[in-house]
């Protein structure tokens, strides 16, 4: 158990803006930092983050909450696995009780297996560093391939045993169950009829790299042998699992993530030594797609830190022909793409290992050219003289250039593409009309058939009303999170009758803190919230406004649960989306949501009051409708009713028919 002490202290120390930019490239939007959905696919930025409130909004998902909340969104965390992260990150002292071999078991499955992958990369670890053949064996393997005692550290490098179950005897003695360790691939089974099933080491024999998410969470690994057995596969990665997906998942992110967002730009490799080896001389914005062609999911990821990727490639000119579609995804993301090739015979991983770190960046620098730039150069080459593969080429480059969504970005690459290949500006609009049109086609005839689709469910759609008292104690919810302790004059309305014998409402003016004011006006009318979420928030706040003598919803947030945090959040962060910003270099100023507090409180309750008013005047109505009894009495009642209801509507400046 963490200590509430701990817990509080993580809350007050970390800053939401901050934890979110290691995940997501966030732009300051007045008051507020915007960025692309870490949840969804998106281009236009609907991702709000609020440093005021410490709260964050996801629109294109509907996601939302605290700093404690998008860890468990975004990474999968447990309530305490975030609050340890945000400790770490902000040198908090932990307080906490180690976890007993009953609570493992009591640990979800998707914990499990990640407790399982923490333990095999220590593990790993340990065996490269205190055993014989550890050290005989992987650590020579490593300190060959120019990796400095410091940087095999930083990366957890390891070595598996060359035994059959070493590591897994050793995981199963310190209490993981072998469900886990077979449905993380660490351990293989073998069933054998009548007989014992047989467990192998996935990894026996290999040097080890531990993949992580990007907050740092085992993965998975990637295990290169060093026998020359032809047998066995030079590379084997950990296989499909609940928490590794290989398509998602970018080698080094979560080392190179800072420095991504610092340089505003993404080296990208093939494989894990490319990675360590530039980081260790410097270059720390580099991850790998670890073997894997380049996907969609993996593009995304860096998109969340940086528009712009350098993709680095060996001298080999097969595997750049090959390369090529990776590019051409990296466009559609509407990304920024560069491309630096090495000299022949040399990779990423030997040339970062022969030149020093000023030698290495002035390489980077120099030789890195515009996608456009590096492809006509490589496919002009190849169609040399040939006039049929010439045009092949370009329409090669165009399609390419087609799938950037910018359009001024498509110009002006279409004008470079035009001077390169000695071809007119013209022809190349016409291609790319040409492609464009087929595609629009091909997208049209999908949309039609999703419009076929939804007209039937259209069809059976039923219109639905706007929901008047859920938006309305909504609204008291969100009064009380953001001006409930604020001190305030309201307008108190008092029914009296007047020397004509009419009742008449008069005001009378009283001092109170928001709070005060709508939980007595709420008792004084016996009104209680229907929605049974607003109502826990709301009798939460009332308790903690009363309590506490500096109230901050950060604090507010932390003591609540996850589905409560998300709806708070939601809450807040709706009426941001529609903000305007910025509007004071233009010399408009409009009011700010501060702004008239107390009337917007007596105008709320003054509105719910009616809405109220008006269904029991309904009810009423409906009991007398059809009725051969005396109804004076009932009748007397929607009388006065409807007389209290026209007051309250003209306070309102509402006219009623």
């Known amino acids: 158990m963490i200590s509430k002490t701990t817990i509080d202290q993580v809350y007050e120390t970390a800053r939401l803006e901050e934890v979110i930019g290691d995940f997501v490239q966030l732009k300051k939007a007045g008051s507020n930092f915007k960025g692309l959905s870490p949840f969804s696919d998106e281009r236009t930025p609907s991702f709000m983050v609020s440093p005021v409130k410490q709260i964050w909004k996801d629109f294109s998902s509907g996601k939302g909450g605290n700093v404690v909340a998008f860890l468990m969104e975004h990474e999968h965390f447990t309530y305490p696995e975030a609050i340890r992260y945000l400790a770490k990150k902000y040198n908090i002292e932990l307080e906490e009780t180690e976890q007993s071999d009953e609570q493992k078991e009591q640990a979800n499955e998707r914990e499990s297996m990640y407790l399982v ?354 938006e309305l104690e909504r609204k008291i919810i969100e009064m009380l999170l953001l001006y409930g302790s604020q001190k305030q004059e309201f307008e108190d309305l008092v029914l009296k009758e007047n020397e004509e014998g009419d009742l008449v409402l008069e005001p009378e003016i009283v001092e109170a803190k928001v709070y005060e004011k709508v939980y007595l006006d709420l008792q004084e009318d016996e009104i209680e919230l229907t929605n049974e979420q607003f109502r826990t928030i709301y009798y939460r706040l009332i308790e903690d406004l009363n309590e506490s003598e500096e109230f901050t919803v950060n604090t507010f947030l932390s003591n609540l649960d996850q589905e409560m945090i998300r709806e708070v959040s939601s809450i807040l962060m709706e009426e941001e989306k529609y903000k305007l910003d910025d509007w004071a270099r233009k010399d408009i100023y409009p009011k700010g949501k501060g702004h008239g507090v107390a009337q917007l409180v007596g105008e709320t309750i003054l509105t719910l009051r009616c809405y109220l008013i008006k269904n029991r005047i309904e009810k009423l109505q409906k009991r007398t409708e059809g009725s051969t009894d005396d109804n004076s009495e009932v009748l007397e009642e929607i009388v006065n009713y409807l007389q209290l209801n026209k007051l309250l509507n003209a306070k309102l400046n509402r006219v009623l028919s």
């Open 117 to 470: 992958s923490e333990y095999a990369q220590k593990y790993f670890t340990e065996t490269l560093w205190e055993t014989e053949p550890g050290k005989a064996i992987g650590l020579t393997y490593f300190k060959e391939r120019g990796f400095t005692d410091s940087t095999i550290k930083k990366f957890n490098l390891g070595y598996g045993l060359d035994e059959w179950d070493a590591f897994t005897n050793a995981a199963l003695e310190k209490g993981y169950q072998l469900e886990f360790l077979e449905k993380t691939g660490l351990t293989i089974v073998k069933d054998q009829t009548g007989r014992e099933s047989r467990k192998f080491d996935r990894f026996k024999g290999r040097v080890l790299f531990p993949i992580h998410s990007m907050s740092g969470r085992v993965l998975g690994f990637g295990g290169r042998i060093l026998t020359s057995d032809k047998k066995a596969a030079k590379y084997l990665n950990s296989p499909e699992s609940d928490i590794y997906h290989k398509s998602k998942v970018l080698y080094g992110i979560y080392y190179a993530k800072q420095a991504i967002a610092k340089e505003d730009n993404c080296f990208l490799v093939e494989g894990y030594t490319d990675v360590i080896q530039l980081h260790q001389r410097g270059v720390e914005n580099v991850v790998a797609s670890s073997g894997t062609a380049l996907t969609p999911e993996q593009i995304r990821l860096i998109n969340r830190l940086t528009k712009n990727i350098t993709v680095l490639f060996d001298g080999d000119a097969a595997g750049l022909r090959a390369s090529l579609r990776g590019i051409d995804l990296i466009l559609e993301q509407g990304m920024n793409v560069k491309v630096c090739t090495f000299p022949e015979g040399e990779d990423p991983d030997s040339f970062a290992k022969s030149n020093t770190y000023e030698d290495l960046v002035l390489y980077l620098e120099e030789n890195a050219k515009d996608f456009i730039q590096f492809k006509t150069s490589l496919l002009a080459e190849e169609a040399a003289n040939d006039p049929i593969k010439r045009a092949d080429t370009v329409r090669d480059i165009v399609n390419s250039i087609s799938k950037i969504p910018d359009q001024i970005k498509k110009e002006i690459y279409i004008q470079e593409c035009a001077k390169i290949m000695q071809i007119s500006e013209e022809v190349l609009y016409n291609t790319l009309a040409q492609i464009d049109k087929k595609g629009a086609t091909d997208s049209n005839k999908k949309l039609k058939q999703e419009q076929r689709a939804f007209q039937v469910v259209k069809n059976n759609q039923v219109v639905e009303k706007v929901d008047v008292q859920f």
